[in-house]
């Protein structure tokens, strides 16, 4: 029983269940007199219930600007960065930080996004790809982020990669060369949309407790 646990209030959602089969909510959890409840009313959109039933199918879709806009702040997940193929510095000259994450995560569709990545107590704009590189024809699904105006050596370091907005899909390209064209295309194309989406970057850093970076 909860009250044997010394619990002085419970807080919980307007159509929460539990027990068998779900027989006992809110209504049976107030009658009792052992600890205070605190129910949290329904906050909708477009009067639907916002819940993670709703955000993680955008999020698995790529459309992580409308979860953001249910959130109020941007999706994001965490991991340790890693040594990766090295191609972005040694072929590419654009160098990324590539990360290991905990398989729990629901991670966005493939593609190119403008997002944030945060280090210590400090966030960085930058452009995030998920993808297999089909360029270079990667066997592995690999996380990735090119951080702007910075240049530190981060490997071993936990960070986390915050998406803004998806801003293509993922493409095989015939060359070296061409893929480096569409990536620098890409690096502009998502510092607009962090100056656009500024406000999302605002609140997403003050919910994360960091350091707001210049545009």
């Known amino acids: 029983m909860l009250y044997q646990m010394h ?8 159509d929460f269940r539990y027990a068998a089969k779900n027989t006992g909510n809110v209504q049976t959890l107030r009658e009792q007199s052992y ?15 916002i819940s993670s039933s709703r955000i993680e199918p955008l999020i698995l879709q790529g459309q992580v600007l409308k979860a953001n806009r249910l959130c109020g702040f941007a999706y994001s997940i ?3 960065v890693c040594h990766g193929f090295k191609r972005g510095s040694t072929i590419l000259g654009i160098p990324t930080a590539n990360l290991d994450v ?16 945060s280090v210590g107590d400090q966030m960085y704009g930058a452009m995030i790809n998920i993808g297999n590189n089909p360029t270079f024809e ?8 090119n951080l702007f105006n910075f240049n530190d050596d981060i490997y071993d370091q936990t960070v986390r990669f915050y998406f803004l907005d998806k801003i293509r899909d993922e493409k095989k390209f015939s060359s070296a060369k061409e893929l480096k064209t ?17 406000k999302l970057c605002n ?3 003050d919910v994360w407790q960091k350091q707001h970076f210049q545009f």
């Open 102 to 117: 905990n398989n729990e995560y629901v991670v966005p569709v493939v593609g190119v996004y403008a997002g944030m990545v």
């Open 7 to 14: 619990i002085h209030s419970l807080i919980c959602g307007f």
């Open 35 to 49: 600890f205070d409840v605190i129910v949290v009313d329904s906050i909708n959109d477009r009067s639907i219930k």
């Open 182 to 198: 569409q990536l620098l295309n890409d690096i502009e194309r998502s510092k607009k949309r962090l100056i656009a989406l500024e």
């Open 78 to 80: 965490e991991g340790i």
């Open 138 to 145: 990667n066997k592995i699904q690999t996380i990735e982020a």
């Open 203 to 205: 609140k997403t850093c």
